[in-house]
């Protein structure tokens, strides 16, 4: 499986440290929704669903998150622990979220607004849409 990371840049300075993220520049999307998760606690897996057309990047800009990435064939783990760095998750992708540091935060940029039509939370049908739509 391919994991895409991206890289951004960060503008330091003696007063600390600046990221600027940019749709078209560094985002291959449209930026529709953004939201975070916080305060998760460590034992909670989250997530547990793909998505028929969303996009989305998934940054942890404090702490460290660990993402369970699996396309029906392959499964893989992706740690997320650096503030200069996102996930691009496309759609047709299973997804986990676990093992949150006690101050993570994930910030996740999305291509659309929220619609729970574009969810999938069931495994086998994700399965089964997977093989019927590739
Ligand atoms: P949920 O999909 O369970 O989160 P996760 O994928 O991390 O397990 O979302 C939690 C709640 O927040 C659920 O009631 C739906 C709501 N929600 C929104 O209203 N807008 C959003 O953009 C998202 C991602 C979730």
């Given at each position: 499986?391919?994991?895409?990371?991206?890289?951004?840049?960060?503008?330091?300075?003696?007063?600390?440290?600046?990221?600027?993220?940019?749709?078209g520049?560094?985002?291959?999307?449209?930026?529709?929704?953004?939201?975070?998760?916080?305060?998760?606690?460590?034992?909670?897996?989250?997530?547990?669903?793909?998505?028929?057309?969303?996009?989305?990047?998934?940054?942890?800009?404090?702490?460290s998150?660990?993402?369970?990435?699996?396309?029906?064939?392959?499964?893989?783990?992706?740690?997320?622990?650096k503030?200069?760095?996102?996930?691009?998750?496309?759609?047709?992708?299973?997804?986990?979220?676990?093992?949150?540091?006690?101050?993570?935060?994930?910030?996740?940029?999305?291509?659309?607004?929220?619609?729970?039509?574009?969810?999938?939370?069931?495994?086998?049908?994700?399965?089964?849409?997977?093989?019927?739509?590739?």
């Amino acid at each position: 499986m391919e994991i895409i990371k991206l890289k951004f840049n960060s503008h330091g300075d003696e007063r600390g440290s600046l990221i600027a993220i940019e749709e078209g520049l560094d985002i291959p999307f449209s930026i529709k929704r953004v939201y975070y998760v916080f305060d998760t606690l460590k034992n909670v897996h989250r997530g547990f669903h793909s998505h028929k057309k969303l996009e989305q990047i998934l940054i942890c800009v404090s702490g460290s998150c660990k993402i369970l990435l699996d396309d029906g064939k392959e499964k893989s783990i992706v740690n997320l622990d650096k503030n200069d760095e996102g996930l691009y998750i496309g759609p047709d992708m299973w997804r986990e979220m676990f093992e949150f540091s006690e101050n993570a935060i994930l910030l996740v940029l999305a291509s659309e607004v929220y619609e729970e039509n574009d969810y999938i939370r069931d495994y086998d049908e994700f399965i089964s849409y997977r093989i019927n739509n590739n």
